[in-house]
């Protein structure tokens, strides 16, 4: 029935991740060849591609990616995993997310692209990567900031 279906897909979504979230490779890899949704959208507008980027882990965002996992999703601050990665100063994931063709210049709710996060958090790495990508640098969030006064 329906509803037997949507439980085992709330589970497998969860499943998917709480081992994300505990840097579970093996059984991320196992759950996406079972087919798990990898786009799936929790209460916050998060996706496993999200907390990947969150929990600094390469692998199971690289993992992600190939399984078709949408990179520019954006959560419930108009956020995308290329932000997270920027704010949680997370180079692998941030690099990999480039190399897939993640919007550079993105905006959250608050006009903010990767690089003013990562400006703001002191990420000399992430900036790294996102200015060799061709960043906006001279973007400007709501407050009219580009990331260079975040940096300050």
């Not at 108009?78 to 190399?99: C, D, F, M, P």
Request: contains cysteine; aromatic residues 2%.
């Amino acid at each position: 029935t329906l509803m037997i279906a949507l439980t085992k897909t709330q589970n497998e979504i969860e499943d998917l991740c709480l081992a994300i979230k505990d840097v579970k490779v093996k059984e991320v890899d196992d759950l996406i060849n079972q087919g798990v949704n990898v786009n799936v959208i929790d209460q916050d507008g998060m996706t496993p591609l999200h907390y990947a980027a969150k929990k600094h882990n390469e692998d199971i965002a690289n993992a992600l990616i190939k399984a078709g996992g949408d990179i520019n999703i954006k959560d419930q601050d108009g956020r995308t995993s290329l932000h997270w990665a920027a704010i949680e100063r997370n180079k692998g994931v941030a690099n990999a997310l480039i190399k897939a063709g993640a919007d550079i210049n993105a905006e959250d709710e608050y006009g903010r692209i990767p690089l003013h996060w990562a400006a703001d958090v002191g990420s000399i790495e992430v900036t790294q990567i996102l200015l060799e990508a061709k960043v906006n640098v001279n973007a400007q969030d709501k407050n009219g900031k580009a990331p260079l006064h975040l940096a300050a």
